[in-house]
């Protein structure tokens, strides 16, 4: 199933911080141009709270209650737009939580707000972001709350950036960079790292790359493909500084097959400062 088909049902993390703002403008983007609904989901976290005789059911309730009266206010503002929504504030851990909500609502994308620290990427080791992409059953895109801030802001009209990188997610994170940039009127800009075996032997990734997976200029979405020499991250951020792109899209693999515990895909994370859409190996239809 493709992007476009599947994303019928778009999951958004919400919370009382500015985290959760720019996941919202960018969910709320994407479904009015696909057409899709939004699950407002919120997590109760009673960790937070806790203690040895456990969370009192006042502080629960409360909680129930702020998180429900926020979450009105949003799907108000929503159906103004002409986007339906529906809500779901649940206990548990946020990671787990969101997984779940995605299999129940069969949803082909969940979006998380992160804090965009200054001088690190959107997906942070170790950070709730990261789970989410691990374990999810459809793409997930990471919104830095400063993505519209500072230096790397994308300029009006932003490409669509695919950071292109042979793995089983290839052909999806392809398809997917392609729709954005059609949906949206914008032109594709693909990265290729280049290897120093591949720069030695004066290799053309773009050419294979057009070659295999029919990346070619069709007069409705212009495609521009670039090669940069050196690590991935490096080369990232360069095409980020240069290109101000208004999205970065990359393949994800299920399981790393990287000494360490984050693997190539989560290291090139790090050096994005642009809006990250993780793509998996394969969106099919979420059974419930």
């Not at 929504?85 to 787990?96: D, F, L, T």
Request: with cysteine; net charge neutral; aromatic share 4%.
């Amino acid at each position: 199933m493709s992007f476009k088909e599947g994303l019928k049902t778009i999951v958004v993390a919400t919370n009382a911080n500015r985290e959760s703002e720019a996941a919202l403008e960018y969910a709320r983007k994407l479904a009015a141009s696909y057409g899709a609904r939004m699950v407002l989901a919120h997590s109760l976290d009673p960790m937070e709270y806790a203690t040895v005789d456990g969370v009192p059911g006042r502080v629960l309730r409360k909680m129930n209650e702020d998180a429900r009266k926020a979450l009105d206010k949003i799907a108000c503002d929503l159906l103004k737009e002409a986007i339906s929504s529906h809500s779901e504030v649940r206990q548990g851990a946020v990671a787990q939580m969101l997984v779940n909500v995605a299999r129940q609502y069969r949803a082909g994308l969940i979006v998380i707000g992160t804090r965009g620290q200054d001088g690190v990427g959107p997906l942070l080791v170790g950070s709730i972001a990261e789970q989410v992409v691990r374990l999810a059953p459809c793409p997930v895109l990471a919104v830095a709350a400063d993505w519209n801030a500072g230096p790397y802001r994308p300029i009006p009209g932003g490409p669509v950036l695919l950071a292109m990188e042979k793995n089983e997610a290839a052909q999806e994170a392809v398809a997917t960079a392609y729709s954005l940039a059609e949906t949206f009127d914008r032109p594709l800009v693909v990265l290729h790292a280049r290897t120093a075996a591949e720069a030695s032997a004066f290799l053309n990734p773009c050419a294979t790359t057009r070659e295999e997976f029919g990346i070619e200029p069709d007069g409705k979405v212009p495609v521009r493909c670039i090669v940069k020499d050196g690590a991935p991250a490096d080369a990232i951020a360069a095409t980020i500084a240069q290109y101000h792109p208004s999205i970065l899209v990359v393949g994800v693999k299920r399981a790393s097959e990287t000494p360490g515990p984050h693997g190539t895909a989560f290291s090139l994370l790090a050096g994005s400062r642009v809006p990250v859409l993780c793509v998996p190996p394969a969106i099919q239809p979420v059974e419930a």
